[in-house]
């Protein structure tokens, strides 16, 4: 009896949730639904009026009363944010259970400082605008974002949304442990923020930190402790832009003796395809990374690397999915 008591609570604290989503997150929607009975795939029409500006229509909304309901996000450019943001707005307003956002890569996040007079730290006005989303009944928005760039960013946020800091370093973890010679591997970070970020959720691997030192008029990669003699070393970090830095981490550590040398990001933002430099081809950089594993957090990354080595895709679904309950 009080074995069927637990259950019956457990299964009363799950609920059903709805979930929407933009254009180019639409794979990765269906990737969460296969990965819960609980969540529901809904549709909107995303069409726009002559003069290019959104015309837009979210299907079942009359049955959105009392509902538990979401919104799979991706703002991979200005042009796209602010139709998006239209249905965010629109979504809470329909008398609504509960209203979660789920934007795994926050894009802004790079520029959350200023420098000089005059900088302006476009991740705050991004937070800003996300902290206005209407409150539905249920309460704050849920927003969940997945390693944003600085850990501080979780302040600029008002007390209208709820953020929900997740990390896909166990999706990492978990491919690490299926890898050959697993007992044989190191995790390096390209810089301090990056050990200060996630060597607490990596500690029982051994590490190696480098560093950029200024020589002259040049900033070179260093190892500043740890040696990779020998082992697999894989470089994790949780964006990759151009992948220069990846690159000179990879070099020096290859000349430091490591046996092979692969890389982590969370976010495979990679502008102008400079996701090509890395890929296996006759150029001389065939063998610098055995592996380089990257999320779904930046679909058209995805769609551009499929089936290109070394890449690999680790799915923030499950993840997702997990998050959608909380």
Not at 111 to 126: H, L, P, Q, S, W
Not at 291 to 298: A, E, G, M, N, R
Request: hydrophobic share 45%; aromatic share 10%; with cysteine.
């Amino acid at each position: 009896m009080e074995v069927d008591k637990v259950e019956t609570q457990q299964q009363q604290k799950q609920k059903q949730v709805h979930l929407f989503y933009c254009v180019e997150s639409e794979e990765l929607a269906r990737n969460v639904a296969a990965h819960s009975e609980l969540i529901t795939l809904q549709s909107i029409n995303w069409r726009n009026f002559d003069d290019g500006f959104p015309n837009l229509f979210i299907n079942n909304a009359e049955n959105l009363r009392g509902q538990h309901v979401a919104f799979l996000a991706s703002f991979s450019s200005p042009g796209v944010i602010f139709e998006q943001l239209s249905v965010i707005y629109a979504l809470p307003r329909l008398f609504v259970a509960s209203f979660s956002l789920v934007l795994p890569f926050f894009p802004t996040g790079s520029f959350e400082r200023m420098e000089e007079e005059g900088d302006v730290a476009t991740a705050f006005t991004m937070a800003r605008i996300l902290s206005n989303i209407p409150i539905s009944r249920g309460g704050p928005t849920s927003l969940v974002i997945y390693d944003i760039h600085a850990l501080q960013e979780r302040f600029y946020f008002g007390d209208h949304v709820l953020p929900l800091f997740v990390t896909g370093i166990p999706l990492l973890k978990q491919r690490l442990h299926q890898l050959p010679e697993s007992d044989k591997i190191v995790v390096a970070f390209p810089d301090d923020g990056a050990w200060k970020r996630f060597h607490k959720l990596l500690d029982h691997f051994p590490m190696v930190v480098c560093a950029k030192v200024r020589e002259g008029d040049k900033r070179i990669v260093r190892i500043k402790e740890g040696n990779p003699a020998g082992c697999h070393v894989v470089i994790v970090d949780d964006l990759v832009q151009s992948g220069g830095t990846l690159i000179e981490c990879q070099k020096v550590l290859a000349a430091h003796g490591a046996a092979k040398v692969s890389a982590y990001v969370t976010h495979g933002v990679f502008p102008k395809r400079s996701w090509e430099r890395f890929t296996h081809k006759d150029n001389g950089m065939e063998n610098a990374f055995a592996y380089f594993w990257i999320t779904d957090s930046c679909p058209h990354t995805v769609k551009a690397i499929t089936n290109k080595p070394p890449f690999e895709v680790l799915s923030l679904a499950g993840s997702i999915a997990d998050a959608l309950q909380i």
